[in-house]
């Protein structure tokens, strides 16, 4: 085979969903501190606005989380809705705040993946690290653990999603990644 993807299992998920969850109540608790708090009438609207939509994205937060409904339903969109919200309210910092976390939760909750060519191995680090072959002292695929020897004493081992290894047939790889390494 010319080249191998393999992908990682993403460790940092369920910290990832705490943290949109506190994120997401913060947002309620803030837009309803303001609601309950304003004399002027065009700010208690749209706190009044925002309120109800940080009340829905809960909800909505619960139902992905928690049923295989809105499974497609990427919260990240309820990041920038309520960070335009923010900027309409004159809150220039809580609008950065939410558009940097939306940019982070996107970056952190995609699908990770190592691929080996021929030429290199592309690794998902911040930002995506580039080894060639020559760099790799000893490469191994065994029992849903990819673990990655480097000449200068660096070890990676992410642990592999099980449907991904079982896609690989993993003698095959592990031939491949030992001829690639005599190459060198």
């Known amino acids: 085979m010319e080249s191998y993807t393999i992908f990682l299992l993403n460790e940092k998920a369920k910290t ?47 139902v992905k989380n928690y049923t295989k409904l809105l499974s497609r339903f990427k919260l990240e969109i309820s990041f920038i809705v309520l960070g335009i919200l923010w900027l309409v309210l004159g809150k220039v910092a809580f609008a950065l705040i939410l558009i940097l976390c939306t940019f982070l939760a996107v970056y952190s909750t995609r699908q990770q993946k190592v691929i080996f060519t021929k030429e290199k191995i592309i690794y998902p680090a911040f930002p995506p690290r580039t080894y060639l072959w020559n760099e790799v002292s000893n490469i191994v695929l065994k029992d849903d653990i990819l673990t990655i020897d480097m000449k200068n004493n660096k070890l990676l081992q992410p642990l592999v999603i099980a449907e991904s290894g079982s896609l690989i047939n993993t003698e095959e790889f592990n031939d491949f990644c030992r001829t690639m390494l005599q190459k060198q």
Do not use: W
Not at 31 to 58: A, C, K, M, Q, V
């Open 16 to 62: 990832y969903r705490y943290i949109t969850f506190f994120i997401l109540l913060f947002n309620c608790i803030a837009f309803g501190y303001i609601f309950f708090n304003t004399p002027d009438s065009r700010t208690e609207t749209l706190s009044r606005f925002g309120l109800f939509l940080s009340f829905i994205y809960i909800v909505m937060y619960f």
